[in-house]
């Protein structure tokens, strides 16, 4: 792995400004991006996290604009910060998995993701757009 610069505290907390800059004050943020953040902020990024967040950076920072992560590395399922939960840009579910926080909840939400992604594109391969009703309602 290449060496990555030293970044100081001031460093950190100037792309952070950036980010949220450019990502409407962070609401355009994944929650694990916003999160990410928020330890670059709080001066609690080890080495690693450093580096993830210089990628955020390069990710918020290129000419077309931010491009949130997928859930759970799903394609073209995404989720915001109040847990709406995205296919191709159109809300599909609402998930509180991680307000609760019960006992195997990021389990349970991976599954959930993973029964919400399959929906779609079945949807999708039969034609007919993805949206809160259809997925909801399994049609």
């Not at 390069?58 to 910060?81: C, M, P, R, V, W």
């Not at 599909?92 to 779609?120: N, P, T, Y």
Request: aromatic share 8%; with cysteine.
């Amino acid at each position: 792995m290449a060496h990555l610069p030293v970044l100081t505290r001031d460093q950190l907390i100037e792309m952070a400004i950036e980010i949220l800059r450019v990502t409407n004050d962070g609401d355009e943020l994944s929650p694990q991006d916003l999160k990410l953040v928020e330890l670059a902020v709080n001066n609690r990024l080890d080495s690693e996290g450093i580096a993830l967040f210089q990628e955020l950076y390069g990710n918020a920072a290129k000419a077309e604009g931010y491009t949130k992560s997928y859930l759970f590395q799903i394609e073209h399922l995404t989720i915001d910060q109040q847990g709406f939960v995205y296919w191709r840009g159109s809300i599909v579910e609402h998930f509180d998995h991680a307000l609760w926080k019960q006992a195997g909840w990021k389990e349970r939400m991976l599954s959930d993701a993973q029964s919400v992604a399959a929906r779609c594109r079945d949807l999708e391969l039969r034609g007919i757009r993805p949206n809160v009703s259809n997925v909801l309602n399994g049609h």
